[in-house]
């Protein structure tokens, strides 16, 4: 129970000594031959082209992808389509459904002797509405949280948090709780409009979108990030005196749609003794964007990555033992839908997923690796570390967690890696119009899928597991 | 007569020497208090944010200001209200009236296979009008003009030119010319819209907006920009295939509109045979923005820097002998109408305004000097430019010419100065919604502040003239 708690806290493995109590695993060990292999796959994929050129093909001919969409439906179809050109032995779709948001308008306007318009765009989630009222300004979700109770009535609240830029991407947590608990909060105090300063570290008039939700019984009101420059214009205004503002917004859930995750696989060697092709080592990106960009880095470059990282391995003139699955995980931006779906169709399964990862934090250089495996497999992390060092990553053991999509496959008991790439210059771009092919570096992108590909390999070619086993129930449900 | 081609071609002053032929002018001196008080006036400047803390005021207060829109009629009563406080003695309206241009809507949109949006601008001047049509790219407008007659009937002609950075702005010749001659020489070929890139150097999802005009006798088409990652966007579909697109605009001419040049004075030294405070040293900006940002460096910097330089001339003990006259000019963004106003107005007064220099380049830094003053007047404009080297600026002579709107009033004779500032980053932001006060910094504010205002204290206490005089009547009208 404590090994329980801690698994899901620190994410460590706790999972595969349940059952098997007493018996310490053989050791995981990477064979000398696959490292060998694993530094020509690396050279290989630092001078080819073929990640960044799938970001292009995806970004340019599907575009903005937001779930349940006309595009959605064309981005399944070309990536099953590339999966099958990029010579994936195995591709299907699975399909995920989900509640549909629409965002059909949206505009601001300060009213009065300052009279002018706000660049403003809806939380995913905000329903459709149009109010004019005062702004109320808060610093930050602390000072929302504090106002007291109906202060806010028939008033439009605005947090005008600053979020940080850090490599690390630490300071989207405060950042994007502002979006997530800031309408409900608002509402909580009477607020009829939600209005906060976006959750990003550029300054430009391009606002970050993103998914917000309402606490059950509240009755939802238009909410929307402004850009970073016009947060600040509307500060200064405050400063003068008091502004109302006009907030409105066409946009709305709408019934349910169909997408799919699509999945490609590189089979594993059916050689006697040494294939293991019922094992599975997944990697992926998530193939939905929002709308406002062309979802180059969120999270075109995850699917850039892990699709040529699995294309690369699937050219060597020999598999590895594992199977190597990529998955295009649908529709992340608004809950994690498509690997819930995939979770709870292999929660039985988990075992055969030896280990997962998933490249959705931009298109930066990874610069750490880590993995949550067990102590029998820490020498085979460790090797993996050593053929990832020549990309620059460094090896930290037991930092970091598992990529969005991993999450879900994680609480039942998988053992995830983290290739942690730098996020410095991530929340310039993430969920905004400025989310576009050109901010793509090739080089960074062939750095990347060296990395994915040094790692899947290698993970594949394993001798002996990764820990991954089915979480033990939680003892309520096992009461 | 070769006189006077010389001073339109090279912008040299030849007009004094029409009158006076075979009289030397008496050399023009700086008298050495003055350039005591010029060095106190630098460095009070450098340590004053005045410039910085009008600049906010305007765009925040007033926001965009489209001439002719309610917003402008707003600019027009902050810069009276502005030059009062800030000490002006003498503060005026003079009215300018020009046709109004509106925008209402714009939106375009890739169709069929690739469907997408993309994000555009209606050219200033652009009418309203709905069209979906195949489009044809051009790398530039040399390959439009090329063209064969008729080629393009039914077709949007897309001219994707890209535009160079340059810390002399010389980029901006080619990529405007796209926007000035790209419609009419489209529509001469048979296109029924126009989309061009964007005429910067940014790489965002804000399109660059700015003036067109059709020629006579063509019948207009909506004409618009895309942000430079749209066309770079549109260009990669168009490799793989032709693409149509729906180019709809609501904008339009809707009649006229009236807006004033403000002007403000510091009042020349009354002091008996010292003072001569008819006479003027002109400096200025432009009130007017486009209307996608809030004007902060087209031209809020220019209106800011300029109104500073003069107030902290007006603080000094003692006024210098001539009158510094600061002129907010009407409309400068769709033709220089308030600069041609007040050139017309003043026509016959071109000798008594000494000197002139406009500030409209953006909020950087001054590199360099120079003026078209003649040979008597050349050892002063050396003293001048000594008063501003510690600014970290190069005496350039013959170098550059006046600013946009001291043009009209250089082509009647009036002797320009020129204190250019380095425009590397500047066609990043012009024009375009990312125009705002965040993206100005106090520092250089601060230095160009002490460069106005040393010219232009300098140029007041100047003994003896800079060699403004009415130009002779072109040949063909004096016969």
């Known amino acids: 129970m404590r090994g329980s708690m801690l698994a899901v806290t620190a994410g460590l493995w706790m999972g595969a000594a349940l059952g098997v109590a007493n018996a310490a695993p053989r050791e995981t060990r990477i064979p000398e031959p696959a490292m060998q292999t694993a530094a020509q796959l690396r050279q290989t994929a630092l001078e080819s082209d073929l990640g960044y050129r799938v970001i292009e093909s995806l970004t340019t001919e599907v575009g903005p992808r937001l779930p349940g969409s006309e595009a959605d439906a064309r981005a399944v179809a070309w990536a099953e389509k590339k999966f099958r050109e990029l010579g994936y032995d195995k591709v299907w779709l699975e399909p995920v459904t989900f509640p549909k948001w629409e965002r059909r308008s949206e505009s601001a306007q300060v009213l009065g002797a300052n009279a002018q318009p706000l660049k403003i765009t809806a939380l995913g989630g905000s329903p459709a509405g149009t109010v004019e009222a005062e702004v109320v300004r808060f610093p930050d979700l602390a000072s929302l949280e504090a106002a007291a109770d109906g202060s806010l009535a028939g008033k439009i609240a605005f947090v005008d948090y600053e979020m940080q830029r850090a490599r690390d991407g630490s300071g989207y947590g405060p950042g994007s709780r502002v979006r997530s608990r800031g309408p409900s909060t608002a509402i909580g105090k009477g607020a009829i409009g939600f209005l906060m300063r976006s959750a990003g570290t550029d300054s430009h008039r391009n606002p970050h979108t993103g998914i917000t939700r309402f606490d059950e019984g509240l009755t939802p009101v238009p909410s929307a990030a402004l850009s970073v420059p016009d947060a600040q214009q509307l500060s200064r205004l405050l400063a003068l005196g008091p502004q109302r503002?006009?907030?409105?917004?066409?946009?709305?859930?709408?019934?349910?749609?169909?997408?799919?995750?699509?999945?490609?696989?590189?089979?594993?060697?059916?050689?006697?003794?040494?294939?293991?092709?019922?094992?599975?080592?997944?990697?992926?990106?998530?193939?939905?964007?929002?709308?406002?960009?062309?979802?180059?880095?969120?999270?075109?470059?995850?699917?850039?990555?892990?699709?040529?990282?699995?294309?690369?391995?699937?050219?060597?003139?020999?598999?590895?033992?594992?199977?190597?699955?990529?998955?295009?995980?649908?529709?992340?931006?608004?809950?994690?839908?498509?690997?819930?779906?995939?979770?709870?169709?292999?929660?039985?399964?988990?075992?055969?997923?030896?280990?997962?990862?998933?490249?959705?934090?931009?298109?930066?250089?990874?610069?750490?690796?880590?993995?949550?495996?067990?102590?029998?497999?820490?020498?085979?992390?460790?090797?993996?570390?050593?053929?990832?060092?020549?990309?620059?990553?460094?090896?930290?053991?037991?930092?970091?967690?598992?990529?969005?999509?991993?999450?879900?496959?994680?609480?039942?008991?998988?053992?995830?890696?983290?290739?942690?790439?730098?996020?410095?210059?991530?929340?310039?771009?993430?969920?905004?119009?400025?989310?576009?092919?050109?901010?793509?570096?090739?080089?960074?992108?062939?750095?990347?899928?060296?990395?994915?590909?040094?790692?899947?390999?290698?993970?594949?070619?394993?001798?002996?597991?990764?820990?991954?086993?089915?979480?033990?129930?939680?003892?309520?449900?096992?009461?």
């Not at 970091?400 to 008991?413: A, F, S, T, W």
């Not at 820990?467 to 009461?479: I, N």
């Open 245 to 479: 503002v006009r907030l409105a917004i066409d946009a709305g859930w709408n019934g349910t749609a169909t997408s799919h995750n699509v999945i490609g696989e590189i089979t594993g060697s059916k050689a006697a003794g040494r294939g293991k092709p019922q094992e599975v080592v997944v990697i992926g990106g998530h193939l939905d964007s929002w709308d406002l960009g062309t979802g180059a880095v969120d999270d075109g470059a995850g699917i850039g990555i892990t699709m040529a990282a699995g294309a690369l391995i699937g050219q060597l003139p020999k598999p590895p033992a594992r199977t190597v699955r990529v998955i295009a995980f649908a529709n992340e931006e608004q809950g994690l839908h498509g690997a819930k779906a995939y979770a709870e169709k292999y929660a039985k399964d988990i075992a055969r997923h030896q280990i997962g990862a998933e490249s959705d934090f931009g298109a930066g250089r990874i610069y750490a690796f880590a993995t949550s495996a067990p102590p029998h497999a820490k020498a085979a992390e460790a090797r993996i570390a050593q053929a990832l060092a020549p990309l620059g990553i460094e090896h930290t053991p037991g930092k970091g967690g598992p990529g969005p999509d991993i999450g879900p496959l994680v609480e039942r008991g998988l053992t995830w890696a983290n290739l942690r790439q730098d996020g410095t210059d991530y929340f310039d771009l993430h969920h905004t119009p400025d989310d576009t092919f050109d901010k793509i570096d090739p080089k960074a992108i062939a750095q990347n899928v060296a990395a994915y590909s040094v790692f899947a390999y290698l993970a594949a070619a394993a001798e002996g597991d990764f820990g991954s086993a089915p979480k033990a129930p939680a003892p309520e449900a096992a009461k």
